[in-house]
């Protein structure tokens, strides 16, 4: 027997994000330039950034011949199965590749092109960051404010906490409380409604002690920048950034992205293990953590700006200083286990504010990747070379962005070629190795033989949690079933008063009731939850 987890994968990899498990039977346009101009200033020496042991030194900088990235672009999507990607690259201040490759839609003949328009998912945190700089530049806001200097009804948990919190921590992910994407992943709540709700929750880890990837409290940082400006988030990127860098084929909103006659439809692995299209992720409201949409047009001209530390058409848009800022290592991470095996050519590693920082090969590298139902993407910065890319995926549950982006970083820097795609297929190998392990595991654990301690019927009815509302237990056709928001699923005996959770969104997890007086008393939902009902 096993159990098959078919949950989105609602955020980016990054040290402290949510790994949720995925289980399968398996798992044309031309390169052109763009006449803006930007100044490009080089920025300073990372903080504290020392690259260690680096072997590898780089040749002169290239640039390719088309033909020679078309041909790298072809065999990663060959190797992932990924039915179409647009990619921008920028050098010195130029475009210098611009293309889409394969289809917007699989079974279809519709080819990706530079204008399609695909959601940046977490990428949007980089938008936010940068509004807030504009914001500190001009003293509206700091980075070490209060957050309730900007918005009185933030809370957290813990006392310490509460008292100290600052712009900082939220949007360097260490304020303690843990992922919980499932609060606002299809979350039917207003933003605010979330954010006064993650404040509800026990840290998982101390204060200021851990980077545990949060995109609510970057929701809540969105919400301080536009109260700090009396306006809103979605008003400041608008009016701050889409607008003076013509970035015409962004969108704040799916409502919005669906007008657009040049979109990507979103694939997921079938049980085949070829992709298969799904719906898009609704987001009708714009959110700071995570709702921008854009084509990779856009995204050449985002990257110029950020490369040209804040200038664009001769005209300054956010200090270099506190745009730097973004780009500054805030918080150490361990290149451990995981991490090692997704950046084997790094040594040092750290969070800024909405950006990985890290050597890649003895370069400097800052980058942040996105992911939401179906899609994928991942923005590279290397500031000291002037170069810039930006891959647009249009398939989930893939380590693409990675094999990809490492091909092309190696290829325009002139550096010795590996074949990132058996590697990074490699590494995915042994992911889905480790996860069958621990399917495995749980089942060697299951006591057989075992029964519910109670009629079905007594473990009916409504449970309640302070941040995540209630669910209710039902009994339809001789089986316990799941309710929780807009998600209904039939739960199977495990053993004892633990039950799991069949296929679909939150396959695999475990339900385990506690007993009291004869009834229930509460239930225990496992990760991707991680959190206790009680009954009412």
């Known amino acids: 027997m096993r159990w098959v987890r078919r949950d989105s994968e609602v955020d980016e990899q990054l040290p402290g994000a949510t790994d949720w498990v995925y289980l399968f039977e398996q798992d044309e346009g031309v390169a052109e330039g763009v006449s803006m101009t930007c100044d490009r200033r080089w920025p300073v020496a990372l903080l504290g950034l020392v690259l260690l042991g680096s072997s590898v030194s780089a040749g002169p900088p290239a640039r390719p011949d088309p033909a020679a990235v078309d041909a790298v672009i072809r065999d990663a999507l060959k190797a992932w199965g990924v039915p179409g990607v647009a990619v921008a690259v920028v050098r010195d201040d130029q475009v210098v590749y611009l293309k889409g490759h394969g289809l917007r839609e699989a079974g279809t003949d519709r080819l990706v092109t530079p204008d399609t328009v695909f959601p940046l998912a977490s990428c949007t945190k980089a938008f936010t960051t940068t509004v807030m700089a504009m914001l500190v530049d001009e003293g509206k806001m700091s980075w070490d404010d209060p957050v309730r200097k900007h918005l009185d009804w933030f809370h957290l948990s813990d006392p310490l906490a509460d008292r100290d919190v600052t712009l900082r921590d939220l949007v360097t992910h260490r304020t303690g409380v843990g992922t919980h994407n499932m609060l606002w992943y299809r979350s039917p709540l207003s933003q605010e409604e979330v954010v006064r709700r993650a404040g509800l929750l026990p840290l998982d880890k101390p204060f200021r002690t851990t980077l545990q990837y949060q995109s609510t409290m970057f929701t809540a940082a969105g919400l301080a920048a536009g109260a700090a400006a009396k306006t809103t988030w979605e008003s400041l990127v608008r009016k701050r950034i889409l607008q003076p860098l013509e970035m015409s084929g962004a969108s704040l909103t799916t409502v919005e992205a669906e007008k657009a006659a040049d979109r990507a439809m979103p694939h997921r692995p079938g049980r085949d293990g070829k992709p298969e299209v799904i719906d898009w992720y609704p987001q009708e409201t714009p959110n700071p953590a995570g709702s921008l949409n854009a084509t990779a047009r856009d995204l050449a001209k985002w990257l110029r700006f950020q490369l040209a530390e804040g200038r664009c058409d001769g005209k300054r848009l956010v200090g270099a200083e506190a745009l730097r800022e973004t780009h500054t290592p805030q918080f150490a991470l361990p290149v451990t286990g995981t991490e090692r095996d997704l950046n084997p050519e790094t040594n040092l590693m750290s969070y800024g504010m909405a950006w990985l920082i890290q050597d890649y090969r003895g370069k400097l590298l800052v980058s942040h990747a996105g992911a939401i139902d179906g899609f994928r993407a991942e923005l590279m910065l290397m500031?000291?070379?002037?170069?810039?890319?930006?891959?647009?995926?249009?398939?989930?549950?893939?380590?693409?962005?990675?094999?990809?982006?490492?091909?092309?970083?190696?290829?325009?820097?002139?550096?010795?070629?590996?074949?990132?795609?058996?590697?990074?297929?490699?590494?995915?190998?042994?992911?889905?190795?480790?996860?069958?392990?621990?399917?495995?595991?749980?089942?060697?654990?299951?006591?057989?033989?075992?029964?519910?301690?109670?009629?079905?019927?007594?473990?009916?009815?409504?449970?309640?949690?302070?941040?995540?509302?209630?669910?209710?237990?039902?009994?339809?056709?001789?089986?316990?079933?799941?309710?929780?928001?807009?998600?209904?699923?039939?739960?199977?005996?495990?053993?004892?008063?633990?039950?799991?959770?069949?296929?679909?969104?939150?396959?695999?997890?475990?339900?385990?009731f506690t007993l009291g007086a004869g009834a229930t008393s509460s239930m225990k939902v496992d990760e991707p939850l991680g959190v206790e009902f009680t009954k009412k």
């Open 383 to 512: 500031p000291r070379e002037g170069l810039g890319i930006a891959l647009l995926f249009n398939r989930d549950q893939s380590r693409m962005n990675l094999a990809l982006g490492n091909s092309l970083l190696d290829l325009f820097l002139g550096l010795p070629r590996k074949d990132w795609n058996a590697y990074f297929l490699d590494v995915v190998k042994k992911e889905r190795a480790d996860a069958k392990a621990r399917v495995e595991k749980r089942l060697a654990q299951r006591q057989a033989n075992t029964k519910p301690s109670l009629p079905l019927a007594a473990y009916a009815g409504t449970y309640d949690h302070p941040a995540y509302g209630k669910a209710r237990i039902t009994v339809e056709d001789g089986t316990l079933v799941f309710r929780w928001r807009s998600f209904r699923r039939p739960l199977e005996h495990f053993h004892y008063d633990t039950f799991l959770v069949e296929e679909g969104d939150l396959g695999g997890t475990a339900v385990t």
